[in-house]
């Protein structure tokens, strides 16, 4: 599965961003998606997560109620919706492929992973 993550940029505290994440190489619709980020000096961490169908989601507790995962399946591309955004939201973002879809939080269960785009809030 090759990963390409679009969509970062600089923005004020309070608006929003949207990422995407397309998806080549598999069939896309078998596959678990996640997001990830890593704020300078910090570890990768866990931002949401979303099943095959798209009807399970998973967010970490910090930007529950802003971020918002989807997908379409039909363009194989996976996308998370960035609002009210925060100085501390500021990190390289991080698409990635879980093969066996059980929508983890933990990164090592992640098959393939994107580039990453870089997310960053000015306050």
């Known amino acids: 599965v090759q990963l390409q993550a679009s969509g970062g940029g600089l923005v004020q505290a309070g608006g929003s961003l949207r990422l995407s994440c397309a998806a080549s190489?598999?069939?896309?619709?078998?596959?678990?998606m996640g997001w990830f980020r890593q704020a300078p000096g910090k570890e990768r961490e866990f931002v949401a997560a979303?099943?095959?169908?798209?009807?399970?989601?998973y967010y970490t507790d910090s930007v529950k109620g802003r971020f918002t995962i989807s997908r379409d399946n039909a363009k194989n591309t996976v996308y998370l919706q960035m609002n009210s955004l925060k100085p501390e939201d500021t990190a390289v973002y991080y698409c990635?492929?879980?093969?066996?879809?059980?929508?983890?939080?933990?990164?090592?269960?992640?098959?393939?992973w994107g580039q990453g785009t870089l997310v960053t809030v000015s306050s």
């Open positions: 990635a492929a879980d093969l066996s879809s059980v929508l983890t939080v933990v990164a090592s269960r992640y098959d393939y």
């Open positions: 190489g598999r069939t896309f619709s078998s596959v678990g």
């Open positions: 979303i099943s095959r169908s798209g009807g399970m989601t």
